[in-house]
C-alpha cells in the first residue's frame, strides 16, 4: 500500500429494539440528529478548529450514519431494526454511549468491523495478449441512493465526472487530516485536471426537495438533492479507489446525516 494514501473506517453494525411506537421521517436520520446532539460529546457532533484554513474550522464529523433503509418506516413497540455507522475515529466508545443513551431504543447488539481502504490504484503486471483487440476505455456506473449535493453541480445532467471526484477526494482527505495519519500525500489538482478525460456517457437523476426545523437554533434547513444514475467512460483506472472509498464516506453535502451515499456498480464493456 503507497504511504499516506489509505483509509481507517469503523464500520458498526447496531441491532436495535423498538422502546416505543417509532415513527420515522424521511429522511430517517432527521430522527437521530437531535437526539445525538444532546448525547455525543461536542468535539465528536461539533467539531471545529481553531487553527488553519477558514474553510477548514468546521471539520466534518467523524461518523456517518447509514439509515435510509427506514425512511418513512412505522414500527411497533418492541420491534427489531438496524442500521449501520461509519466512524473515522477508531474509538466506538463515545458512539455507544450515545446510543445507549437514548430512551426511545434499545441497543440489543453492536458489532464493529475494521476496513482499511487504499486509495492507490493497484499496478498490474504487463501481460502478453495475442487476441489483436487492444483493451479499450472503462466504463462505469455511479449510482446515488440518497439525495446527494456536489457542488457547483446544480443538474439536471448528471455531474460531470471532475465535479463528481473533487467532492470524494475533498472529503475523503479531509477526514484523513482530522481524524486518521494526517493530510494524503497527493496531487489534487493534478488528479482533477486528469479526470476531465473521463467522460459522462448517460444517466438519469431526480431531484428531491426536502428541509428540517433545528428545535435547537430555529433555521431552516435544505435536505435536498439528486437521486439515480450516471454512467462514465474513460481512463478510470487511477480514480477508482476514491470511488470506492467514497461509497464508505458519502459524497458532497450532509453526508453525516445519510446524504451523498453513493454506489460504484461492476466494470461493464465501454460502447
Known sequence: ?????????LVCRLSLSARQRLSFPTPAANRFRGAL??????????????????????????FALRCHHLDGQELEAGAGFSLNLHLFTQDPAPFQTAFQGLDWLEVLEWKTGSVRLNLAPEVEKQQVSFSGAPAGPEKRQVLFVTPTELKPHT???PPPFPILLARACERISALRTFYGGGPL??????????????????GLLEWHRAQRHSTRSGQ?????GFTGWAAYEGAL?????WLEAAAWTGIGRQTVWGKGVMELLPAQPAS
Do not use: K
Open 185 to 202: 500525500e497527493f496531487d489534487f489538482r493534478e488528479l482533477v485536471n486528469q479526470a476531465h478525460a473521463v467522460h459522462c456517457t448517460g
Open 155 to 157: 443538474g439536471p445532467e
Open 220 to 224: 431552516i434547513h435544505p435536505l435536498g
Open 37 to 62: 446532539g444532546f448525547q455525543l460529546p461536542e468535539e465528536l457532533f461539533r467539531p471545529v478548529s481553531s487553527i488553519g484554513p477558514s474553510g477548514l474550522r468546521d471539520r466534518p464529523r467523524p
Open 1 to 9: 500500500m503507497a504511504a499516506g494514501l489509505d483509509l481507517n473506517i
Open 237 to 241: 483506472t487511477p480514480f477508482l479507489p
